[in-house]
């Protein structure tokens, strides 16, 4: 989103985004989760002598004169405080005080007697641009604030089931901010021109003017990223067609020895969004298991969503020790993921009707033994 609409990079736009997550009584939601997070950065780097400011019970301002009516105005971007302690904060995309008078922002701070605090919120932290009693402000970053309330949200199944579009918002917010910020690390670019150089893609690093250079190979890489896509979801439909065809052949007359011929009462394949690339299977077997189950066979994205980001299902295989080239067998019922030990390339070379891999991990699933065969 702040990439498509060009939106959010300037510090006013940003500092009404801050400005409304710091409001407890926000459209949010979140109550004072993020303020809380706020002034524990603060007080961790408070000098130990100096009291510690509470984590709630603030007024959140924008666009505050610090100044005196008698001076020319110094604009702080956001101030946050109540009869007791205030926070100053200048906003800036790095930690610079970028013309802004430190000493003002802190005599305002502790007017009327307040516990005080100047605070310079910004994306990068250089110190050597603190300069000018700057130095003296605590430095709070986007990505170390939004990697602490992605995290919080991120745990929290309710809160993400009743306020979807605050969710979204955080995700890309830490997306933007956290997650892509670490991506062009200095060890990610020299990865990435060593790959260009082998590749023999090192001459684009010659051409000027370097910016038309720089949309000629994204241009390129985009033509070739876009075949890619079309290319693999070709290729999990038809990992999807072998399944399939494995499950309503193999499988089931693998289960009718153990089942009886009714065993599968159906198959399933019409899935939509996340969970499109699945095969299910409606299986009972009175009275072992009376009421129909669900066993599904999920691979490729599906997989990946059902283990990692679907709150419903309680019993996943650990993310650490994952290898989604593998089919993953679930069950419904019991909310449980599985990873099984057919992999992706196997099926593509088509499975032998012998193989009894997936469907010995569906009696695992089931509650049966498969050396009881």
């Known amino acids: 989103m702040f990439d498509v609409m060009h939106h959010g990079t300037h510090e006013k736009q940003l500092s009404n985004v801050f400005g409304w997550l710091l409001d407890a009584g926000g459209s949010h939601n979140l109550g004072d989760l993020f303020l809380g ?11 130990k002598d100096k009291p510690l400011f509470p984590r709630q019970g603030y007024l959140v301002r924008q666009e505050v004169n610090t100044t005196r009516m008698d001076e020319v105005a110094d604009i702080a971007d956001i101030v946050i405080d109540n009869d007791e302690f205030r926070v100053v904060v200048e906003n800036f995309h790095s930690s610079d005080g970028h013309g802004h008078d430190f000493e003002q922002y802190s005599r305002y701070s502790v007017n009327e007697g307040r516990i005080g605090a100047v605070v310079l919120l910004c994306r990068d932290e250089d110190r050597s641009r603190l300069t000018d009693g700057w130095e003296e402000a ?118 009718m020895t153990t089942f009886g011929d009714d065993v599968m009462l159906g198959l399933q394949t019409n899935y939509k969004g996340n969970y499109q690339w699945t095969v299910a299977l409606e299986l009972t077997a009175p009275p072992t298991f009376p009421n129909p189950i669900m066993v599904q066979l999920k691979f490729g994205p599906s ?71």
């Open 138 to 255: 605590h430095v709070l970053t986007y990505s170390g604030l939004l990697t602490q309330l992605y995290q919080s949200v991120d745990g929290d199944a309710p809160y993400r089931r009743e306020n979807p579009d605050v969710v979204s918002f955080i995700e890309q917010m830490h997306r933007k901010f956290s997650t892509e910020a670490g991506i062009v690390g200095d060890r990610e670019v020299l990865k990435f021109l060593q790959v260009m150089t082998e590749a023999g893609e090192g001459v684009r690093f010659r051409k000027t003017p370097h910016e038309q250079a720089a949309e000629e190979f994204a241009s390129d890489l985009a033509t070739q990223a876009r075949q890619r896509y079309l290319e693999a979801r070709q290729l999990l439909q038809r990992i999807k067609n072998l399944l399939r065809s494995f499950a309503d052949g193999s499988i089931r007359s693998q289960l």
């Open 303 to 373: 997989a990946w969503f059902a283990n990692e980001q679907d709150p419903d299902w309680k019993h996943r295989v650990s993310p650490e020790h994952t290898d989604y080239s593998r089919v993953f067998v679930t069950r419904t019922d019991t909310q449980t993921v599985v990873e099984s030990g057919v992999t992706l390339y196997e099926v593509l070379d088509v499975l032998d009707p012998n193989d009894h891999r997936l469907r010995d991990v569906i009696l695992d699933l089931l509650g049966e033994a498969s050396n009881s065969l």
């Open 37 to 47: 997070i706020f002034i524990d950065e603060i007080n961790t780097s408070r000098v």
